[in-house]
Nanobody
Framework: QVQLVESGGGLVQPGGSLRLSCAAS????????MSWYRQAPGKERDLVAS????????NYADSVKGRFIISRDNAKNTVDLQMNSLKPEDTAVYYC?????????WGQGTQVTVSS
């Protein structure tokens, strides 16, 4: 069955860094664009970053441009999100997403808390 398993979340101080990882299984990974979304309490789930199926193109929310980097390893079926210069407003549950046409899969999410 399809699985997307996120890891790497936690508590970090403002200005710090975290690296999230998503391990995929149960589908042909390099056929899917991969994305990271986040959802803060009481807010909608928003796109953070996305990467095309072979990594040729990336896209970022304005709020994270220059601070976050998305990457993928099609040999390992993983997609990572390097988060630098973290701010309290980055606090949210971060979700891994796989999409190909009408086929969409979600992970269970990992909590990121930025606080001193």
């Amino acid at each position: 069955q399809v699985q997307l398993v996120e890891s790497g979340g936690g508590l970090v101080q403002p200005g710090g860094s975290l690296r999230l990882s998503c391990a995929a299984s149960g589908f042909t990974f390099n056929n899917y664009a991969m994305s990271w979304y986040r959802q803060a309490p009481g807010k909608e789930r928003d796109l953070v970053a996305s990467i095309t199926n072979f990594g040729g193109s990336t896209n970022y929310a304005d709020s994270v441009k220059g601070r976050f980097i998305i990457s993928r390893d099609n040999a390992k079926n993983t997609v990572d999100l390097q988060m630098n210069s973290l701010k309290p407003e980055d606090t949210a549950v971060y979700y891994c997403n796989a999409k190909r046409s009408a086929w969409i899969y979600w992970g269970q999410g990992t909590q990121v808390t930025v606080s001193s």
